[in-house]
């Protein structure tokens, strides 16, 4: 029996690329057929064949109170209610901004965009146009989404130039990207040591989820910080998923690190297409119409997508929103672990706040070199098992996974008594 999915599916195919409008949903590191999501609530949804699902992606990231969050469903109903779009100022716009500069650090000024793409891609030109250099560092598995600059991967040797990651990018662009070793502080020395002085920016996920999840020690974003302002380059943390999701002042408030600019998007949002990037006045005062960096968006500022972030970055203001939130994604993950250990399946588990990762490696891996080394083919098998029983996880190895504010404690047993069957079967 064809199920809808399987309909959807081969429709799709015919006409998107690979069925889907963003590869990894294509389910080709898992293999199978994606399901197709006819709605959600709260920690759950359904797809297509009305099966329902807990769902541990939360449409990577943004959905941090959960699927249709009824206040924010509100806002939005309410937003497009005076219309989709103007092209020229709102309250509402200044209203988000002023909430973004009151509790993200270092925020004087920030521009709000449609993706998280636009964010990162708009940030690195600003570096470059305010410090007249073309240099850019990134560390290896981090993805700042796929504007030419970043689509870029560690070339051979230690500290050559970087190859583009994707056809289509020209040479001459990667070739302005240094490709570096995440949590290697003697590789991060040794970079700004050769070319400190060409270097315009450094762009970090300051905690990398779009490898799988990996934590930085702590020396590493110190040191990135202290060699950046060394030489006179910006730093970039790319916030896009860890902005209101690792904390109520994301990366930068659990570290204690400030950068220069600060990429939003994901949460920020609140599942609409909104992103943001921000940093001291000095620096945005070079973006145009007031400096010479351009920078423009015919949706940017979207009021139904702003309305959408306000009404989310209220609700995760509450008192004690993250701490119950990291407690919930700490039993997550601690009860997997457990259950990994019980059936002696080699697997390993870390929370960062509503983040997570899985690993079927003894250790939770520090590089991308680490999560290379996990077992894929398990993955995939649990990946399955666990779909079986009704638990959505991302449909690749190398993705965090989110907890969201509507999975509570029966939702997380759930989960783990599905695990346990899944784990027991795999030894
Ligand atoms: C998702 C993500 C992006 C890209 O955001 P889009 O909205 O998909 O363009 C950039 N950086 C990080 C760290 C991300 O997780």
């Not at 240094?178 to 970079?191: F, I, K, M, P, R």
């Not at 423009?296 to 139904?304: D, E, K, Q, R």
Request: hydrophobic share 50%; charged share 15%; proline share 5%.
């Amino acid at each position: 029996m064809t199920s809808r999915n399987e309909e959807l599916f081969a429709a799709a195919q015919r006409v998107i690329p690979g069925g889907v409008n963003s590869p990894v949903r294509a389910f080709r590191a898992v293999g199978g057929t994606p399901r197709f999501f006819a709605h959600g609530s709260g920690a759950r949804v359904w797809d297509a064949d009305g099966t329902a699902y807990i769902d541990y992606v939360g449409s990577w990231g943004p959905l941090i109170l959960g699927h249709a969050h009824p206040a924010v469903v509100q806002a939005v109903q309410q937003a497009a209610a005076q219309g989709l779009s103007f092209g020229a100022p709102t309250a509402a716009e200044v209203e988000l901004a002023e909430m973004l500069c009151r509790r993200v650090p270092g925020l004087e000024q920030v521009r709000l965009v449609s993706s998280g793409t636009e964010a990162t891609m708009s940030a690195i030109r600003l570096a470059r146009g305010y410090t007249g250099r073309s240099k850019i560092v990134k560390f290896e598995g981090c993805y700042h989404g796929h504007a030419d600059a970043l689509l870029v991967k560690a070339g051979s040797g230690a500290l050559t130039l970087g190859n583009p990651s994707s056809a289509g990018v020209p040479d001459a662009t990667a070739a302005h990207t240094l490709v570096l070793e995440y949590n290697n502080v003697a590789a991060l020395e040794a970079a700004f040591r050769r070319d400190g002085a060409a270097i315009a920016c450094a762009i970090v996920e300051p905690v990398a989820g779009n490898m799988n999840l990996v934590a930085p020690n702590r020396d590493f974003l110190a040191a990135l910080r202290a060699l950046c302002t060394r030489h006179g380059a910006l730093l970039i943390f790319d916030e896009v998923m860890t902005g209101f999701r690792v904390g109520p002042q994301g990366a930068q408030g659990l570290y204690g690190i400030t950068a220069d600019v600060v990429t939003l998007g994901k949460v920020v949002g609140g599942g609409m297409p909104l992103g943001a990037f921000g940093g001291r006045r000095d620096v945005m005062a070079s973006i145009a119409p007031l400096g010479p960096v351009y920078q423009a968006g015919t949706l940017s500022g979207n009021p139904v997508a702003v309305a959408a972030g306000l009404a989310t970055l209220e609700l995760v203001a509450a008192p004690g929103f993250f701490d119950r939130l990291a407690a919930a994604t700490r039993a997550l993950t601690d009860g997997l672990a457990a259950a990994a250990r019980e059936h002696g399946v080699v697997f390993s588990a870390q929370a960062v706040g509503g983040m997570f990762g899985i690993y079927f490696r003894a250790t939770p891996p520090q590089s991308y070199a680490e999560v290379m080394q996990c077992d894929a083919a398990a993955f995939k098998r649990f990946f399955h098992a666990m779909l079986a029983r009704g638990i959505y996880f991302a449909p690749s190895a190398f993705e965090a996974g989110f907890v969201s504010a509507a999975h509570g404690a029966a939702e997380i047993e759930q989960t783990l008594t599905a695990a346990r069957h899944c784990f027991a079967a795999m030894t």
